[in-house]
C-alpha cells in the first residue's frame, strides 16, 4: 500500500459498542498501527469524569495529546492508523480538527449497537464497565449528531458477532 492510500479511521461509540475488538482485529488483520485514545487521555484523567463540564479545557487538551499522536504515527509510518477512543465530548470539534489535517484520508465509523445490547455486553465484560448512565448519554450526545457525520457511518452490530461486523463493515481494508 502506498503512502497515498493510507486512511485514519477514528473507531467510536459508547462503551461496550465493540471499538476495542474492531480496532484489534483492523491491528491483527490488516496491518493497521492502533492508537488507544482512553489510554492517552488518562494522564488527563486518571480517576475518569471527562465529560464533567469542569474538565472542558482538561479535555480539549487530552484530544489535542492524541491528535498529535495520530498524526505523528500517520507521517511516520506506511500502516493505516485507526484511533480506538469514546471522545467524551466535543465530537464535531474533535472531527474538525482531523478533517482538516488529514482531508479525504479520513473515516470516521460509529459502532451504534442498541442501548440494550450495549448494557448488556457490558454486564458481560472481563474488564471494566461503562455503566448504563455513560452508555446512555454517550448514545444521546451522538444521536444528536448522526445527521452531520452522516447516518451511512453509524454501523449497527446489534445481533452481530464479532467476524460479523468485521466482514461486514471492515474487510476491505485487507491487504492480502
Known sequence: MGKTDKKVLILTGPGSSGKTAIADLLVKRCDFVKIDGDNLDTEFFPRGGQWFPENFEKLKRAHQKIFKEVRKTFNNGENNVVLDYIIFGNYLEFFQMFKKEF??????????????????????????????????????????????????????????????????????????
Open 103 to 176: 482531508g479525504d484520508k479520513l473515516e470516521i465509523k460509529v459502532l451504534f449497537p442498541t442501548k440494550e445490547e450495549m448494557i448488556k455486553r457490558d454486564k458481560e465484560r472481563e474488564c471494566w464497565t461503562t455503566g448504563i448512565d455513560r452508555i446512555s448519554a454517550v448514545s444521546a450526545e451522538l444521536e444528536a449528531i448522526k445527521d452531520v457525520i452522516g447516518r451511512d457511518n453509524f454501523i449497527d452490530t446489534t445481533g452481530q458477532t464479532l467476524n460479523d461486523t468485521f466482514e461486514r463493515h471492515f474487510s476491505h481494508y485487507f491487504r492480502g
